[in-house]
């Protein structure tokens, strides 16, 4: 396994538009509960871990686990994974005070921080919880004073009632606390969620979001952050390695509620039910057959600006994407992707418009 990822199931509260699984409120027994079993699954899988290049701490909220906690899942996937030489964590400003950023850096060198908006009226209209603690600018400080040099921030936007200059406003206040890296998502109602209940009924602006993703282009653009994947923009050398594995068709183990794991060949997702994970519910298999495999892998890397070399998309399938000769050419001549004998990506439209590509990809025969 080339890739670990870590779901830490906990947060202080549910935000309303979120559908990833996590408890809300934890209880500092099924937080210890959680770790035993983390622990013993690193130790069991630690020979598949032997060469894992990056480790991922995704939730959830990680930053919101008790120090001693923290600790003890650092020195375990120390062991683990000895090779991995990019450890991202995902936190929450308000967790980050100068104790918590000491540990999360002593072992963290990417720390993704969860701002979404800096303007109180857009989070409240999505339902984020706040919380008592540090604000996302004091959160950045006791981060930097702890010596962290990769520094990641995940925005929302087209959330209800924002313009695109409160989008502008956004960014450019993202930019001041000087990021090496950027995400910015477009809030989407997930099934199930109190936020997609509240909007039911009211169509989706799509100019307007578009409109949103261009302008987060044109800005981090010209601060130095290019895009270099539909959604995330980075300083060069600072692209999440982790997640360019990922959509390059990397395998990753994933261990916690909810994880996903890809072997190369099998897909499996660990229940989304932290009691039921406790008790070893078995993961959901998810055999998928070679030609949607490719097909799926090609779909992936598409995500990205660079999209795909030829020898990379070998490598990483151990398989050639000529069966896709005709779907590739069909999105080149809809000016979606850019095609050479040994190189294919995306061009602007085709990130725009990536379902497109995806589904040519994904539902071909
Ligand atoms: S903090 Fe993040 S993971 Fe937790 S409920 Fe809010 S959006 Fe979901």
Not at 114 to 123: K, M, T
Not at 280 to 301: K, N, T, W
């Amino acid at each position: 396994m080339r890739n670990l990822y870590i779901h830490a199931p906990f947060c202080a509260g549910k935000c309303d538009y979120c559908a990833f699984y996590s408890e809300p409120a934890p209880d500092p027994a099924s937080v210890r509960l959680w770790l035993d079993r983390i622990l013993f699954q690193l130790e069991e899988n630690a020979p598949r871990l032997e060469n894992a290049g990056t480790v991922y701490f995704g939730g959830g909220t990680p930053s919101l686990l008790p120090e001693d906690v923290l600790r003890r899942l650092f020195a375990a996937v120390r062991e683990a994974a000895p090779a991995a030489s990019e450890i991202s964590i995902e936190a929450n400003p308000f967790t980050v005070t100068p104790e918590k950023a000491a540990v999360l850096t002593s072992f963290a060198n990417r720390v993704s921080l969860g701002v979404q908006s800096f303007d109180p009226a857009l989070l409240n209209a999505v339902g984020r919880r706040g919380h008592a603690g540090p604000g996302p600018e004091e959160a950045v400080r006791n981060l930097r004073n702890a010596g962290l040099r990769n520094l990641g921030l995940d925005l929302m936007y087209a959330l209800p009632g924002e313009t695109p200059e409160l989008w502008r406003r956004d960014l450019e206040r993202a930019l001041e606390l000087e990021p090496e890296h950027i995400s910015a998502y477009s809030v989407t109602p997930e099934p199930g969620t109190p936020f997609t209940r509240r909007v039911a009924g009211q169509p989706e602006d799509d100019a307007l979001s578009e409109a949103m993703w261009e302008l987060a282009g044109e800005i981090l653009g010209a601060a130095g952050l290019p895009r270099y994947e539909i959604s995330n923009y980075a300083r060069p050398g600072f692209e999440s390695r982790h997640n360019s594995n990922v959509w390059h068709g990397q395998t990753y183990l994933g261990l916690g509620p909810a994880a996903c794991s890809f072997d190369g060949t099998d897909r499996w997702t660990q229940v989304s039910d932290l009691r039921a994970w406790l008790d070893g519910a078995p993961p959901e298999f998810d055999r998928i057959p070679r030609r949607a495999r490719l097909g799926e892998v090609l779909m992936m890397g598409l995500r990205t600006v660079r999209g795909w070399t030829r020898e990379e998309f070998e490598d990483a399938t151990g398989d050639a994407w000529d069966g896709f000769a005709e779907q590739l050419n069909g999105l080149s001549e809809r000016g979606l992707v850019t095609l050479a004998a040994d190189a294919v990506a995306p061009t602007e439209r085709g990130l725009a418009f990536w379902n497109d590509v995806a589904e040519s990809l994904v539902f071909s025969p």
